[in-house]
């Protein structure tokens, strides 16, 4: 037994009689599973509602003649992404097996995607993009990190600008943002209103004024006590009712505003354990050094406590994103609602498995990505 | 003069100001929003109050655990609603901490297939909604299945077609059974990670010593690691419970007649959007609060025992 791979074999697979018994049951069942799904694969599925709806999978009954301004959008949330991650790899160059892996990613997309041409052309300009900002991000780290919080800031309205028009741009109502396209616009902006709201509501509880205490409690407690389908629900029937009798708000305000309320408390309570791993000893030296009550806080208590959370913060992120699925039960035609709309396609009745399959898949993407990038913001932060 | 200096610079009088400012701004929200709501509701000829409970529900509901017909009223359609609820809630917990367990334990094995299968399970269950992965079982599978005529025998025992799973003694509906496998592989997912976490916490040395007093691998886990990750494990698990709880409400997704597609029932027939909303509201934190109660009951049996 000097093989080692015979020795890996041995020590990993069939250590005991046990583990033995356990490797062929397992074997059995991966080879029941791949056959299953090579059976489905090859002679049942029928890929061609993915193929032929693509356009409406990604982004909905959005203008065709607008696309351009949805490439725009991508070029600078993806530019600005890259840039982020360059500057948060710093420490570590770009290794060729990380290049390889874009490439084939790029390289996948623009062969197996059934796009047009020019859709083509502008994946291969956002790819270089997304090279040369991950570069200037790692070269100039010390001259744009300060600014990255305020550039990622900055960029919303602007994005909000180009995809819903006015100010002399064509404009589009809300009712044509579909598809990806809306499950993402929702997910980040949820995220961006919930943390701010979620911290105050954690500095709340943890504060020594028993009012604003209880009242931090009250609503954190009443949110996390009920199903989020309860919250959209309220959010869509009764904020109308709450609201003066003209004053009329638009289906995605709503339930953003739904999904807000709902993730402010939970980060609360994410930002909360944060805040209780701070050491009194902390506050104190601050205070020592004559720094007033605030300054303790925004300077001192809150980088400490957000650092210590970034893992559950992020786990909270992918959570949001996947709740997003959920407006389309209120009648928001975001990436499930529009699958929803495609299913209702005379000729593609039933081929549920394919869609589903394949928006899983979009989603798993996005989330499994967030929880990589968790781990290796965790890990560089720790370092 | 230097009193009103002093007042300025006095803590205790910025903190009580503070306070009586919120809640000064609390009420004045709240009388505003109830005046928008009552003229909200003048103007559509809505009169707040339960009546409506004792009136006649005139809709069917698919699966019923009590006896009910649509000639009952709306209270006892709700009361049929919770107990539905209650019914997932129960077996869906019991089931997806079997998952969650067996899984946990399987990414820590030494087996390496074994590992990795369940690293896939947690993945692809972690990282895909919830409401997709029930769209997947209710339409993609159960309602994919063979009719009743030609249903696919697993060893005799158990049948599966449209008609949901047969067991020699008792049927699950198709919507019910969708919902329970739903939630039952998506919480134990998580629950998976949890009980992970939890066996990690605990110091290699406590494994090294048991397995020194001769004890199978068994029982060690049984009888020394589990019970000291427990404490770990407990209070994140009760959430997993609250959230499956929570969770069930997706059933209107897929039409298992719960509390919450009652409710919404009753609301599309009543328009009564507030009370509904309170109905729910009360439903959901009795039961997450019962929850808590039993999970916090049974936490203090696992924890160190102190003076």
């Given at each position: ?225 009920l199903p989020?389908i309860g919250?959209?629900f309220?959010?869509?029937v ?91 039960l ?54 | ?45 809505i009169?707040f109050g339960f009546d409506f409970l004792k009136q006649q529900a005139s809709f069917d509901i698919g699966e019923t655990l009590i006896t009910y017909k649509p000639t009952d009223t709306y209270s006892r359609a709700l009361w049929v609603g919770l107990v539905n609820s209650l019914r997932i809630a129960v ?82 509906s198709?919507e019910f059974?969708?919902l ?65 709880t929570k969770?069930s409400s997706l059933a209107i997704a897929i039409g298992y007649p719960d509390i919450y597609f009652v409710a919404s029932t009753t609301f599309n027939q009543t328009g009564r959007a507030v009370e509904v909303i309170l109905l729910i509201m009360l439903t959901y934190l009795t039961l ?20």
């Amino acid at each position: 037994m000097t093989n080692p791979q015979l020795l890996w074999l041995r020590k990993n697979l069939f250590s005991t009689w046990y583990n033995s018994l356990l490797t062929i049951v397992c074997l059995i069942f991966l080879f029941w599973v791949a056959k299953g799904i090579l059976t489905w694969v090859t002679t049942q599925a029928q890929w061609a509602v993915v193929t032929v709806n693509l356009r409406l999978f990604l982004l909905g009954r959005f203008p065709q003649s607008l696309y351009w301004r949805v490439w725009i959008v991508l070029a600078i949330a993806s530019t600005l992404g890259a840039i982020t991650w360059g500057v948060f790899s710093s420490k570590r160059n770009l290794t060729k097996s990380g290049l390889a892996i874009f490439s084939l990613i790029i390289g996948i997309l623009l062969i197996v995607f059934p796009l047009d041409l020019t859709s083509r052309g502008y994946l291969l300009l956002i790819a270089v993009l997304l090279l040369i900002s991950f570069l200037l991000g790692k070269r100039f780290t010390k001259l744009i990190a300060p600014w990255l919080s305020f550039i990622w800031i900055l960029s919303f309205p602007i994005i909000f600008w180009l995809i819903g028009g006015g100010f002399g741009l064509q404009s589009v109502p809300t009712n044509l943002w579909n598809g990806l396209l809306l499950t993402l616009l929702m997910a980040a902006v949820s995220i961006v209103l919930s943390f701010p709201i979620g911290v105050l509501l954690a500095l709340g509880r943890t504060s020594s004024l028993p009012v604003v205490q209880w009242f931090s409690i009250l609503y954190i407690e009443i949110i996390r006590g009920l199903p989020l389908i309860g919250i959209l629900f309220l959010a869509q029937v009764m904020l109308p009712l709450f609201l003066p009798v003209d004053l009329r708000l638009d289906r995605v305000v709503r339930a953003i505003t739904g999904l807000v309320l709902f993730s402010a408390a939970y980060m609360a309570e994410n930002v909360r354990g944060g805040l209780q791993a701070i050491s009194r000893g902390q506050i104190e030296a601050a205070k020592a050094l004559g720094f007033n009550s605030l300054f303790v806080v925004i300077l001192i208590v809150l980088p400490q406590a957000l650092r210590a959370v970034i893992p559950a913060i992020v786990g909270q992120f992918i959570g949001l994103f996947k709740d997003t699925s959920l407006l389309s039960l209120v009648g928001l035609v975001e990436l499930t609602g529009i699958a929803r709309s495609i299913l209702a396609q005379p000729q593609f009745i039933g081929r549920y498995a394919e869609v589903y399959l394949f928006i899983g898949l979009i989603y798993w993407v996005f989330c499994y990505s967030m929880s990589l990038a968790s781990r290796k913001l965790e890990k560089q932060l720790s370092s | 003069m230097t009193n009103m200096k002093s007042l300025w610079r006095d803590r205790r009088f910025w903190q009580i100001a503070g306070q009586l400012l919120a809640v000064f701004l609390a009420v004045a929200i709240v009388t505003i929003l109830w005046g928008n709501l009552n003229r909200n509701l003048q103007q559509l000829g809505i009169q707040f109050g339960f009546d409506f409970l004792k009136q006649q529900a005139s809709f069917d509901i698919g699966e019923t655990l009590i006896t009910y017909k649509p000639t009952d009223t709306y209270s006892r359609a709700l009361w049929v609603g919770l107990v539905n609820s209650l019914r997932i809630a129960v077996t869906g917990i019991f089931l997806t901490t079997i998952v969650g367990i067996s899984a946990g334990i399987a990414r820590l094995s030494d087996n390496w297939l074994v590992r990795n299968i369940a690293l896939v399970y947690v993945e692809i269950f972690r990282n895909t909604p919830l409401l997709l992965q029930l769209l997947f079982w209710y339409f993609a599978v159960f309602l994919g299945f063979p009719k009743v005529e030609s249903k696919i025998s697993l060893w005799g025992l158990v049948y599966l077609s449209q008609n949901g799973i047969q067991f020699p003694w008792f049927t699950l509906s198709p919507e019910f059974s969708a919902l329970l496998l739903g939630l039952t592989f998506y919480t134990g997912a998580f629950i998976a990670e949890i009980v992970r976490g939890g066996i990690q916490s605990v110091p290699k040395g406590q494994w090294e010593a048991a397995r020194s007093l001769g004890l199978k691998p068994g029982l060690v886990m049984r009888l020394v690691i589990f019970p000291q990750a427990l404490r770990v494990i407990i209070p994140p698990l009760t959430s997993q419970y609250l959230n499956l709880t929570k969770n069930s409400s997706l059933a209107i997704a897929i039409g298992y007649p719960d509390i919450y597609f009652v409710a919404s029932t009753t609301f599309n027939q009543t328009g009564r959007a507030v009370e509904v909303i309170l109905l729910i509201m009360l439903t959901y934190l009795t039961l997450s609060l019962t929850i808590s109660i039993v999970m916090n009951l049974f936490n203090r049996t696992v924890q160190i025992k102190e003076r």
